[in-house]
């Protein structure tokens, strides 16, 4: 049909009667987002490996009016996650899934100062664990009429992030993932889309920022905040930092109708970083 549809914009952003999960929800973004998706009519299985964090974010989604329940797993460990999804997705079946559990990696500089670990853990973490959550998924979302696929990427997966290669590497590689499931899925309208945040205080780059201070000289007397500050101000075009709400409505909306025939996009939230 050409022309608008006569739904208004605010009926195909809701997600009523639809069904999501989050991984990485008991902190930072995954926590913002299920509580974003869960306000738009969402039913979010929170999945995250600390239960006690979980469990906080299950009552803030509560207390946003939403419907939620905790599942812990470890993303990295391909079984817990196929039996966490598995038992989410019995009773009303699985629409959206959103995987934002990460972690960052040690410095670099040079990168022969990242140790095996380091790049084992990354990959194993925001790459395969992605990965892991989406094979536990493909079932149920071939069920859906309207499937949907958000990763949560970074910036450092668009431009080279030299401080920190193991994660910057891992989120190029979740790019490239996204793009190879957005081409294998659109004949089954599930859509698969990354999104790459800025700069935002988390405490992923709370403690980011305490390692970048005690390995950079001229870091020395700074604490994270200085550093996160410093950062911004020498990066960030539209100099100011990005928000975990600016991330959670842009991938509200990607979960949406509205959103329908974007796939395969790896959309930047950055102030300007990636122009």
Same mark, same amino acid.
């Given at each position: ?14 997600? #009523?009667?639809? +069904? ?28 995250? +490996? #600390? ?61 022969? /100062? ?5 790049? #084992? ?29 958000? /990763? ?57 920022? #305490? ?9 020395? &007397? ?17 100099? +100011? ?19 329908? /025939?974007?796939? &395969? ?11």
């Amino acid at each position: 049909m050409d022309g608008l549809s006569p739904n208004p914009l605010a009926t195909m952003l809701r997600l #009523d009667g639809r +069904r999501a999960v989050v991984t990485g929800a008991g902190a930072g973004l995954g926590r913002v987002i299920a509580i974003a998706l869960a306000q738009q009519g969402a039913e979010v299985a929170l999945l995250d +490996r #600390d239960a006690a964090a979980a469990d906080e974010s299950a009552r803030q989604v509560r207390e946003a009016g939403g419907r939620a329940q905790v599942f812990v797993c470890d993303v990295a460990h391909a079984q817990q996650v196929q039996d966490a999804v598995g038992q989410a997705a019995s009773a009303a079946g699985l629409d959206i899934v959103v995987n934002s559990a990460g972690v960052a990696s040690a410095p670099g500089m040079p990168f022969t /100062n990242n140790t095996e670990a380091d790049w #084992d853990r990354a990959l194993a973490i925001n790459l395969k664990g992605a990965v892991h959550t989406c094979q536990a998924a493909h079932p149920w979302l071939l069920r859906s009429p309207a499937g949907r696929i958000v /990763n949560i990427s970074s910036i450092t997966g668009v431009i080279a992030a030299a401080y920190m290669p193991p994660y910057s590497v891992s989120k190029a590689a979740l790019n490239a993932w996204t793009r190879v499931l957005a081409r294998e899925l659109a004949p089954h309208h599930i859509a698969v889309n990354a999104v790459c945040p800025g700069f935002i205080w988390t405490p992923l780059w709370e403690k980011l920022g #305490d390692e970048m201070a005690r390995h950079d000289p001229a870091q020395q &007397g700074s604490d994270a905040a200085d550093v996160f500050a410093q950062r911004v101000r020498q990066h960030v075009p539209m100099q +100011r930092p990005q928000t975990v709400q600016d991330v959670a409505y842009l991938v509200t909306f990607l979960c949406s109708a509205a959103a329908a /025939n974007i796939t &395969g996009q790896i959309i930047g939230v950055d102030g300007g970083v990636t122009i």
